[in-house]
């Protein structure tokens, strides 16, 4: 869904309000490593003007589903995201000087002056709340080190050390010294 910011009213855009018929926020074809699948179902934001500046807030939900990063199988969780951003036109910006990237808690972003993808702010905000950790449940047994087999739905007979290697080179220091 692109946003035309020469057809936002002087006096602002509510969505949906404005714009009843639906709307088609699609990330199809784009890059969304490291989400898996992204699906927006409901869609609220309002753009307006302060100045030379779009200010952009907004809400949505659905869900999107990424892997996890011991057994890497899919986790699919429901998102609630707010977005606040500032759009400046880097035609407007000038050149030169240092760009204040922060004012307050709303992120600033330059634009080519037209107008911008609303699946780029949703996929950003999206980033920024992933876990630091990706994990399907907290004591994910992850993958069998050996036979590659999924360890959480069934264990093997495999024998793995779970010594962490460094201490493992220790100590085999210490026995070689012995
Ligand atoms: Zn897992
Ligand atoms: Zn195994």
Not at 93 to 98: K, L, N, Q
Not at 132 to 141: N, V
Not at 154 to 175: F, Q, W
């Amino acid at each position: 869904m692109y946003i035309n910011v020469s057809e936002i009213p002087p006096e602002g855009f509510d969505f949906p309000r404005g714009a009843p018929q639906g709307f088609d926020v699609n990330f199809e074809g784009r890059e969304l490593f490291p989400l898996r699948s992204i699906h927006i179902s409901w869609l609220e934001f309002n753009a307006a003007f302060s100045g030379q500046d779009l200010l952009f807030n907004g809400r949505c939900g659905g869900a999107v589903s990424y892997q996890c990063d011991r057994c890497g199988d899919d986790i699919s969780t429901d998102v609630d995201l707010s977005f606040h951003r500032i759009f400046e036109s880097d035609e407007l910006m000038g050149s030169g000087g240092d760009i204040e990237l922060k004012r307050g808690d709303l992120e600033i972003t330059l634009f080519d002056g037209e107008g911008f993808y609303l699946e780029d702010v949703i996929y950003e905000q999206l980033i920024l709340t992933m876990p630091q950790q990706a994990l399907c449940k907290e004591d994910c047994r992850g993958l069998c080190q050996k036979c590659g087999t999924n360890r959480n739905s069934s264990p093997c007979n495999c024998i793995v050390s779970d010594v962490d290697p460094r201490l493992e080179k220790l100590k085999t220091l210490r026995e070689k010294m012995e």
